[in-house]
């Protein structure tokens, strides 16, 4: 007996109850076997060795799997760049003076910072941080520098005052504000009112506390107008007063021209007197400017004209400032 299915099988028969080896090329084994008539046919499994082969395929080719990580690429912008690593984040150039920051008597410049600024909020003249800190460029800094905004301890607590010759000086014209600091970028030195380079500073400080005769000041109101808006820590430094473009702004106490021009943002063509190691002070938005950088003034000297640089009406914007702070000046002029 033959069957034909795929190969020739041979069937071989005995006498005793059907139990029949049927034999192909190898490839496999059929065994039929049966009682009384019947027969049923077991077939070998191809399966269980091509799933164990399989397997063994699998597991080698896991084990073969690299377990280097392809370089990160940002390609946010349609370019492929490579990200930095943190080895390269840590060797990134450090901005002028990092190693002082949080350290008392310095300071960490900021976005919309100006060297005007700078000197107005750490009451100090902004020629001498320059000067401090060995700026070879007044007009360039970074955000993230760090600028000694105290005096070193080499220097003395004496104030030098030149005098300088009478008579009003030129108008200043309104000029555009100073480029503020931003990232990397410099931000410009302070607009002068006169069009001459000012003289060198003239005052010499130190870092020791202000003498207590810093105290007794004898200030003046800088205007005749009515107040407009009172000190608010938050939202106006210093107090607003009313009156008419030309009306006479006049020096609160005597003191030192630090600053004349319209370099800081918001305060238009501005006049900054410094009176002693303790105290400035500030007059805003004027019409026209009467001194000049490092002229030595007197107390009730008309030093500006009312104006409206850089406000929405004529008005004079008057700080007082100790240390750098924003004081209320109501707690320091005389009762109207």
Known sequence: MSKSLLNTVE????KEPMNQTLRSNGAQRVTVSGAGGSSRVRLANWALPCALAAALLLAAGCASRSTTHAPVEDRGNGQSRQL??????ANLKQPPGFENAG?????????????????LENGQNWR??????NLENPNVIEVGQVLRVVPPASENTAVVTRPVSSGSVAAASAVPPAQAASG????????????APAAAPAVVSSGTPAAAGDEDVGWIWPAQGTLLMGFDE???KGVDIAGKAGDAVLASADGRVVYAGAGLRGYGNLVILKHNNTFLTAYAHNQTLLVK?????KKGQKIAEMGNTDADRVKLHFEIRRQGKPVDPAKYLPAK
């Open 293 to 297: 950088e490092d002229q030595t003034v």
């Open 103 to 119: 350290k008392p008597g310095y300071y960490t410049v900021k976005p919309g910072d100006t060297m005007i600024r700078i000197g």
């Open 84 to 89: 930095p690593s943190a080895t390269d984040s």
């Open 184 to 195: 990397a970028r410099p931000a410009s030195a302070p607009a002068s009112a006169s069009a």
């Open 11 to 14: 069937v071989k028969k005995t």
């Open 128 to 133: 001498d941080i320059v000067r401090w800190n």
């Open 234 to 236: 938050a939202k106006n």
